[in-house]
């Protein structure tokens, strides 16, 4: 996007303006979720599961979508990101 953020104004009351539609572009996102579950036999009623389970492995940003309020000192920067790399670990007891 353009520096010239003067080139956006509020409009008149129910008046649509002349800006072009989807001007303002957010970036993509890209996701890489990764699962392993081993299970285990306890005798013969038993099984144990365990899982290691991690979301967004790859770690990439996520960034938010630009600010759209014409009006705003901020108007055109993205100002938020989603969370990093997630990893869990968890145990299932089946009988």
Not at 54 to 80: D, E, K, L, M, R
């Amino acid at each position: 996007m353009d520096d010239n953020r003067s080139a956006f104004c509020p409009t008149m009351h129910r008046l649509r303006g002349n800006s072009g539609r989807d001007i303002l572009d957010a970036p993509g996102r890209n996701n890489l979720d990764f699962a392993l579950m081993k299970d285990f036999q306890l005798g013969e009623r038993l099984k144990l599961q365990f899982r290691a389970e991690s979301y967004n492995i790859s770690n990439q940003a996520h960034f938010g979508y630009p600010v759209s309020a014409v009006g705003s000192p901020n108007i055109g920067q993205i100002t938020s990101a989603g969370d990093g790399r997630d990893i869990q670990f968890g145990m299932k007891l089946s009988f």
